[in-house]
């Protein structure tokens, strides 16, 4: 792909590095603007000079969350660009369950957890439904940011490769919405902090070329993880 050729335009989806929050396995949603931590900017450099050593960034976007703009930074250093800061990056608002682990929330809010369990046991076999959140955001309103989103990189800046640092499960709709499955749905992505999931766009035609790529951060163990509330 050339920068001359209008027809493609490339998306690096970037998940922040590590904050004290994600150690501690913690909701973290955009209402929690916690910074990175000391391994957080080791990854936040690596990712950055992945990029740089790999790829070509012509823009830089990034969520309004400082842990997103912190990542943005050092790749807007690497490549000498400036930094294009959207809500429409921002991660899902969980309302009721932020700042809490998994653990806290089957303690604080049983039904919730039982229900939400029973959803993602029976989602594809029987079409159960997502619960909702309790004071979060709805999946219409997530899926609304990722079409303003989408629309201002393949209107406005086409033909471009575009870096975009954003959130662990925004980056899962994101990439979900892209496949054509529906947000109401469980969904069966894993994003990494400080990791890369490349799309290419032919016209508006998305082609999903790298999932949730990490190898650029040495320390990554891949524990087993329960699947997470979006």
């Known amino acids: 792909m050339t920068n001359n050729d209008t027809m493609f335009t490339r998306l690096y989806m970037i998940r922040h590095g590590q904050t004290e929050w994600n150690k501690k396995k913690k909701i973290q949603g955009i209402l929690d603007d916690i910074p990175l931590n000391e391994n957080g900017m080791r990854q ?15 823009v830089v976007f990034s969520s309004k969350a400082v842990r997103a703009q912190e990542t943005a930074k050092i790749i807007c250093d690497q490549f000498q660009s400036s930094m294009i800061i959207t809500e429409n990056l921002n991660e899902i608002n969980f309302g009721s369950f932020s ?11 049983p039904e919730y957890f039982e229900s939400f369990h029973h959803f993602i046991t029976t989602n594809r076999a029987e079409g159960t439904q997502r619960p ?5 955001e709805s999946i219409t309103h997530i899926s609304q940011r990722i079409k303003l989103f989408l629309a201002e990189i393949l209107i406005e800046h086409q033909g471009k490769q575009i870096a975009a640092v ?6 899962k709709c994101m990439l979900t919405y892209l496949s054509g499955e529906s947000l109401h749905n469980y969904l069966p992505y894993w994003i990494e902090n400080a990791s890369i999931s490349i799309i290419d ?15 650029h951060i040495k320390d990554t163990k891949l524990d087993f993880i329960v699947p997470r509330i979006i």
């Not at 936040?44 to 012509?58: S, T």
């Not at 954003?166 to 980056?171: T, V």
């Not at 766009?201 to 190898?215: Q, T």
């Open 44 to 58: 936040a450099k690596a990712v950055a000079e992945r990029l740089h050593d790999q790829y070509q960034v012509n």
């Open 99 to 109: 700042g809490l682990t998994i653990d806290e929330i089957e303690t604080h809010f």
């Open 132 to 136: 909702v959140i309790p004071n979060g």
């Open 166 to 171: 954003s959130h662990g499960s925004f980056i």
């Open 201 to 215: 766009f032919y016209g508006s035609i998305p082609m999903i070329r790298r999932l949730n790529d990490s190898n």
